[in-house]
């Protein structure tokens, strides 16, 4: 069975760093590219960021370009999201995502002081 | 980057009665391979989205028949043969064909 557990969430002030993690088990990992979708508090759905497979490429949204960076374990089965600079507009419920097709529970991001 | 707009933005629906959703794209989705890399979704309140379908009018494993998608270019609809209590939540379509990615608004389904 296909899990994707996310952890690292929580409250940070504006300019702060957070690191996600997303811990995958029941497929191979090193198969697949992954992905990050955030979803605001009563907002709708955005793609966020992705990388394949064995991590030489990585895309972005323009709002977090610069600011986060995704990586991955493959060894490890980890995914993993770094957020840097965070502002307001960032808080979120965060995804990792396999393909679309699997999704984690989400891991909640607030930003504020 | 394409910008997806979906309609009606909310849809009450009686219960064994059809339900259509209406997805359009700023730009064509076909991909120079041929395909066209649309797909829909599937969110309960409180819950993670569930793919439904993919490229257009493929259903995800477990998908009731009663989901079906279609259309092609820029114009594309999820449709519902007879909703039931379990349908209820929000809808996004979501093109992955050009960098960024991007999801319609969301069509709130609720009963009626």
């Known amino acids: 069975e296909v899990q994707l557990v996310e952890s690292g969430g929580g409250l940070v002030q504006p300019g702060g760093s957070l690191r996600l993690s997303c811990a995958a088990s029941g497929f191979t990992f090193s198969n697949y590219w992954m992905n990050w979708v955030r979803q605001a508090p009563g907002k709708g759905l955005e793609w966020v960021a992705n990388i394949k497979q064995d991590g030489s490429e990585t895309k972005y949204v323009d709002s977090v370009k610069g600011r986060f960076t995704v990586s991955r374990d493959n060894a490890n089965n980890l995914l993993s999201l770094q957020m840097n600079s965070l502002r307001a507009e960032d808080t979120a419920v965060y995804y990792c995502?396999?393909?679309?097709?699997?999704w984690g529970q989400g891991t909640l991001v607030i930003v504020s002081s | 980057d394409v910008v997806m707009t979906q309609s009606p933005l909310s849809l009450p629906v009686t219960l064994g009665q059809p339900a259509s959703i209406s997805c359009r794209s700023s730009q064509s989705l076909v991909y120079s391979d041929g395909n066209t890399y649309l797909n829909w979704f599937h969110q309960r309140p409180g819950q993670s989205p569930r793919r439904l379908i993919y490229k257009i009018s493929n259903r995800d494993s477990g998908v009731p028949d009663r989901f079906s998608g279609s259309g092609s270019g820029t114009d594309f609809t999820l449709k519902i043969s007879r909703v039931e209590a379990e349908d209820v939540g929000v809808y996004y379509c979501m093109q992955v064909t050009y960098w960024p990615y991007t999801f319609g608004q969301g069509t709130n389904l609720d009963i009626k």
């Open positions: 995502a396999r393909g679309y097709q699997y």
